[in-house]
């Protein structure tokens, strides 16, 4: 968001926090940060609040900014600071301010904001809007008449610096944008998207669940779910293997002494914590797969007549996410990757490279993704000691990443310096239907997995070089894609992707066997179909067909076992369409290929 | 084996420590007990042997036999034994016999033979053969003139009692048999194994591999191996989906809980320690797939009209094996099972293992293995209250069992009493190529799991029935019956299951270009194809493709470029086959439907 636009989140927050000590005398205020699409303020009233009240704060906020407060800044001592926040009752000011007296610094982690450095470590900053005054170290709009269109949206529980031994207060949240118009376009995208919810829909139409047995971010999938997780997972593979992927197979488990090696014992904070074998070893499951496939590599000699080798394995590694983070497929602890590793002469990075950019580009648009562009992270020419690897192999890597990208007349962003020490990257943001931008495709380069794992190959003059690797992951995560997915498509997916492609329904029992017969047919030529044949009405079997979001149903009555063509009630639209008994298989595989 | 058999490879270990005992004085002996095709003695020689020493062992063997000394059994009360073998020195008989006195057993655990009790709790039992005695439960055959045909045959390293903090001692292995026919065919079948093991041809044909960072029994697939686990578990997945199956996903993990409602964790003894989660839960890898199949089940309504139910899923368990048991592909940590489970009405029991006896039939059948038998187990008659669920299923399914088996003219053995106590079941004993027996499939009838979760359809009636479960697996795991596969093909896979069905090898740089199209035709036709376009001699390379066990391999010099037929070298045989080069891809086709 711009400059601007935070300010004026910001300011908004302000407005809220000011409304509500007016309203709720004795109220403690914990933090209000900017989010995307608005703000919050974490709050402790002093009888917690309920969804109603947000109206009436609302209201209060309007006032407040008829009143037209300039938001005036005030720098005073920390010790002044603390007096005063003191005396006005806010303990969790006071708190902040001692931190900053003490260690410098106010950061506090929250579950949603990683990082709020709340004043300058010297002197305490104040903004005052009226009456209200508030610990800030800005910036804000001048005047809280220019806050533009906001919202108050919800109301969530959240602890004190998100520690569950602190007291609990109330977020509340607002959406705040520079128009109204931009406002109600957000409001009317998460009126659609609550529509889309692929949690509800998931549940709907039997495609997934959550136990509680099992845990959170653990989903198990119904055999509906099961079949378009196969879908998406054999488009990947064919995709792959017609540009010289091969797959290899790798365990979920390991031995500590990879993540050693590879470093990420050290580093990653996401990992499971090991299984601990006394006599043996502690066994860890994995968060990646790389580790695994560079031991592979290393396992037999290679030769520069293999390369580039590419190597895929689509395979679940396992990450213990914060369970408030858990959200449905979208964010999960069990994630199956379509991951890929290629090991390649530092010569063939811009070919390979193409390559993947091939595979992006038609598997965006076999999903309907028309609407995305490409972050390209590279290193900073100011601190090249920053970075490992040939700086020649940087340079030309760079170079063709952008290239490539400007070439396809994608859109393109430079992120200069937001390069991981050990190579470029591509990141790919794609727009879903509604609007809403998701991270999907990663293209990475590394320098440093080869070395750590002292990777080589035989060179053509005989000498042994070190390959290069590049990470490649398309869809990200089966799991988040299906989730994905289910919005972007609103559960209503096309034919080649649809878990039941046709329904069959009866209208009475003695149009059974014909329609056993035909499903059997259908079934043997490989189209996915359910058959109704139980006593309920006809309306009534088409009306459930529609709510499972079915493309395709047919219903088989004295007309259809005379021979009589079909009437096809295709979903979403009001004609019926009409298909000879023989040409059904064809019509069913023509639209399949509709992508 | 025989009561006599074993009885007689008894007698063989005791003719060893005889042996052993006059030819290394100060030796110690542990225990030497009877195993499949022969017997062992766990022995702590003065100094290590090795196996050029087996030989002498032997000839003094024979001696000891040629002397035709009975077997004398004595019994004398525990503290005269413990006098004469401290007197003799033997430490580890001693240990046994305290153990006998304090605890009332001698049974040890070693890594090959979970319980040997040495002799009975209030008397020791002694056996003479000549001067040499051992402590000894018995029984043994009369005369060691009559012990058969044996050899000692290798030397493992065993600690006393499979402690690793006991003394190590050397594991001398015999084998031993009625007639020298027997030996003889059992050593030409060792010998066959041997050249056929598959952690042997696991690395020559590069199909996986195990990597010490990673672990034991966690095996890695390279490209090779990992189409080859693809080939097998699409080739189940299409014999299950023509019959109904449907694909289910789950999750390699859970939260204790799970395993507390089935009871596994209270009595699975080789599930893998928890991920600890203190603020959460202890996770668990899954020994097996059963209780996320019926909480799957659980987590919506089912009425009969969707009975049977049959879910299937190809996933990974992990089960902590002791590493000595551990080996190559058959016996692994990480095994990926062709697991279903079908929910049903008890009144379709019947025709539903029909159904499982089919896919049976036809995998056995697709892979060459001709040679099966069926181990039917069974409730006992005389202890009913074992058995829970209705007597009336139990005994309508044990009929249909032994019917269906019988109606197919398979050979079967029925083990009364040994069924479990919630169902009765079905094991299929397999035999390879080489004559070795290994078991397979299982088919088992579940009264527990279903009353355990509470699972409920709605029946006809309305009414809250329970349903039941049969659990199956055809192959039993992907990575056991790989092992088998490649040891019962010896690594030359039939057309339809080679990892590369044909390699074309190039005369000379000419005709590379040639080369590469063709390849590339043949593997958009689907063909596995590899291209030696190396420079090395044309003899080499034909030489190198029979190495790898390549079905087809064919040659591109002048005449194929020109458009002359392929002269295919087929692996295993002595003349070429030739074919037009536009009949290549359907050539390769035919041979790949011939299982």
């Known amino acids: 968001m711009n400059d601007n636009l935070h300010a004026m989140r910001h300011t908004s927050a302000h407005v809220l926090a000011a409304a509500v000590e007016r309203l709720y005398p004795g109220v403690k205020f914990g933090v209000g940060p900017v989010v995307e699409n608005g703000f919050y303020y974490d709050i402790l009233f002093p009888e917690p609040i309920s969804d109603d009240d947000l109206k009436t704060i609302e209201k209060e906020m309007k006032k407040i900014i008829s009143e037209k407060h300039e938001m005036v800044r005030e720098e005073i001592s920390l010790d002044k600071a603390v007096s005063f926040f003191k005396e006005h009752g806010q303990d969790f000011k006071v708190e902040l301010l001692k931190d ?9 982690q929250t579950d949603e904001t990683q990082d709020i450095d709340i004043s300058k470590p010297d002197v305490a900053t104040l903004y005052h809007t009226g009456d209200f005054v508030d610990l800030c170290r800005g910036p804000h709009i001048e005047n809280v008449k220019d ?58 139409l039997e ?49 500590g002494k990879l993540y050693e090696i590879s470093g990420h014992l050290q580093k990653y904070d996401a990992m499971y914590p090991p299984m601990d074998l006394p006599d043996e070893a502690q066994y860890y499951l994995k968060p990646m797969n790389c580790p695994h496939f560079m031991m592979l590599y290393k396992s037999t000699a290679h030769s520069y007549r293999d390369m580039p080798m590419r190597w895929t394995c689509t395979t679940s590694c396992y990450r213990y996410e914060k369970s408030g983070e858990l959200s449905g497929l979208t964010r999960v602890r069990s994630l199956t990757q379509d991951d890929c590793h290629v090991f390649l002469k530092s010569d063939q990075i811009e070919q390979e490279i193409n390559l993947m950019l091939d595979m992006i580009d038609e598997t965006y648009r076999a999903f309907g993704f028309k609407d995305f562009w490409v972050r390209v992270s590279t290193s900073d020419p100011n601190q090249k000691e920053k970075y490992i690897g040939d700086p020649k192999i940087w340079e030309e890597s760079e170079a063709a990443l952008a290239r490539l990208v400007e070439g ?8 200069v310096g937001e390069a991981a020490f050990y190579g470029p990257k591509l990141d790919f943001m794609v727009k879903d239907v509604i609007g809403r931008q998701w991270q999907l495709s990663t293209i990475q380069l590394d320098m440093n997995l080869p070395e750590r794992f002292e990777l080589e190959y035989a060179d053509s003059d005989g000498k042994a070089k070190r390959p290069v690797v590049i990470h490649r992951a398309i869809l990200g995560s089966t799991e988040r894609f299906m989730g994905i997915l289910i919005e972007h498509y609103g559960g209503a997916f096309p034919m080649w992707l649809a878990p039941v492609q046709i329904r069959i329904a009866t209208v ?39 709510m499972m979001k079915i493309p395709w149903t047919i219903v088989i009555g004295e007309k259809e076992t005379q021979g009589g063509a079909f009437d096809v009630n295709v979903f979403g639209q009001e004609e019926h369409i009409t298909i000879g008994q023989d040409q059904l298989v064809g019509e069913i595989s023509k639209a399949s290929k509709q992508k």
């Open 100 to 108: 900053l007296k003490e260690k410098g610094t106010t950061k506090i």
């Open 147 to 204: 806050v533009g269109a906001f919202k108050l949206w919800k109301i969530a529980g959240a602890y004190w610096r998100g520690n569950e031994k602190n007291p609990q207060m109330q977020r509340v949240y607002g959406l705040a944008f520079e128009t109204q118009k931009e406002l109600d376009e957000y409001l009317a995208m998460l009126e659609e998207a609550k529509k889309r919810d692929h949690r509800k829909l998931g549940t709907e």
């Open 207 to 255: 495609l997934f669940t959550i136990i509680d047995e099992v845990g959170p971010g653990l989903p198990l999938f119904y055999p509906k779910g099961a079949i378009l997780r196969r879908l998406i997972e054999n488009f990947i593979m064919e995709q792959q293997e017609k540009r010289g992927y091969v797959p290899i197979w790798i365990p979920h488990i390991t031995k």
């Open 408 to 415: 396809r007349g994608w859109k393109k962003e430079v992120g």
């Open 508 to 546: 009475s029992e003695d149009f059974v066997s014909f329609a056993q017969k035909l499903k059997t047919e259908l079934s043997d030529a490989g189209v996915r179909v359910e058959l109704d044949d139980s006593d309920m009405k006809v309306g009534k079997k088409i009306r459930n067909a529609a």
